[in-house]
C-alpha cells in the first residue's frame, strides 16, 4: 500500500497547497455561500457534493492523462511540468493583485431542487477552466518520470485534497452568513486570504524552476 503513497514529505507539502487552495475564495466557495444564504444548508451541502464529484473527475482525468504522457512523451510531461511552474508564479501575481473574488449571487425567486443544487456544484467545478488547468498543471509537480506507480499518487493526492479541503467547505456552509459579511467587508482578511494563497504557490513554482534548472 505504501508504494501506492507519496513520500510524506511530498504529502506534507500537498496538504499545505490544499489547505490554502481551499479557504481562498472563488467560484465554488461562492456558489456554496449563495446556496445556503439564499435556500438553506442543504443545498449548501448539495452544491459541495456536486463539486467533489466534479475534484474527482478531474483528479482521475489528470492522473491519468499525465501517466500517458510520462510513457509516451517524456519531453512533453516535463514541459507541462514547466508550464506548470509558470502558472503558478502568475496564480500568485493574479492572487496579489486581486480581490476575493466572491460574489454571492442572490435568490431567483424560485427554489430549486437538491438535484438541481447538486448539478450546479458539479458544473461549475468541470466547466471551470481555471480548475482544469490547476489540476493538470499542479498535480504533475508532484510525481516523478521515473515513478511507475504516478497515476496511483495522483489520484492518492486527489483523495488527500478532498479529505483536507471538505471539512473547510462544510465549516462554510455552517458559516456562510457569516462568511458573506466578513470576506466582503474585511480587506485585511482579503489581503491575508490573497498573500497567503501566493506566497504557498509561488514558493512551489521557484523550488520546480530551479530543480529543472538543475537537470
Known amino acids: 500500500m505504501l508504494v501506492y503513497a507519496p513520500d510524506l514529505s511530498i504529502i506534507l507539502a500537498f496538504a499545505l497547497a490544499a489547505i490554502v487552495?481551499?479557504?481562498?475564495?472563488?467560484?465554488d466557495m461562492?456558489?456554496?455561500?449563495?446556496?445556503?444564504?439564499?435556500f438553506g444548508s442543504r443545498h449548501g451541502f448539495a452544491t459541495v457534493a456536486g463539486a467533489v464529484?466534479?475534484?474527482a473527475v478531474h483528479t482521475m482525468l489528470a492522473a491519468f492523462g499525465i501517466s500517458i504522457l510520462i510513457v509516451t512523451a517524456p519531453?512533453?510531461?516535463?514541459?507541462?511540468?514547466?508550464?506548470?511552474?509558470?502558472?503558478l508564479l502568475w496564480l500568485a501575481f493574479a492572487a496579489i493583485r486581486s480581490g476575493t473574488g466572491l460574489t454571492v449571487a442572490r435568490a431567483s425567486g424560485k427554489v430549486p431542487s437538491l438535484k438541481n443544487s447538486y448539478l450546479t456544484g458539479l458544473g461549475i467545478n468541470l466547466t471551470n477552466p481555471k480548475v482544469a488547468l490547476f489540476f493538470v498543471t499542479f498535480?504533475?509537480?508532484f510525481v516523478s518520470a521515473a515513478d511507475p506507480h504516478a497515476a496511483a499518487k495522483l489520484i492518492f493526492l486527489g483523495v488527500e485534497f478532498v479529505v483536507l479541503s471538505l471539512p473547510i467547505v462544510i465549516a462554510i456552509v455552517f458559516g456562510a452568513k457569516w462568511l458573506t459579511e466578513t470576506l466582503m467587508r474585511s480587506t485585511r482578511i482579503q489581503k491575508a486570504l490573497n498573500?497567503?494563497?501566493?506566497?504557498?504557490?509561488?514558493a512551489f513554482a521557484v523550488t520546480i524552476l530551479t530543480a529543472e534548472a538543475r537537470k
Open 195 to 202: 498573500w497567503s494563497f501566493a506566497a504557498v504557490f509561488a
Open 53 to 55: 464529484t466534479g475534484i
Open 139 to 141: 498535480l504533475p509537480q
Open 21 to 27: 487552495l481551499a479557504i481562498t475564495p472563488g467560484p
Open 30 to 38: 461562492a456558489l456554496f455561500i449563495s446556496r445556503t444564504v439564499n
Open 75 to 87: 519531453a512533453a510531461f516535463w514541459t507541462l511540468k514547466i508550464a506548470g511552474a509558470v502558472y
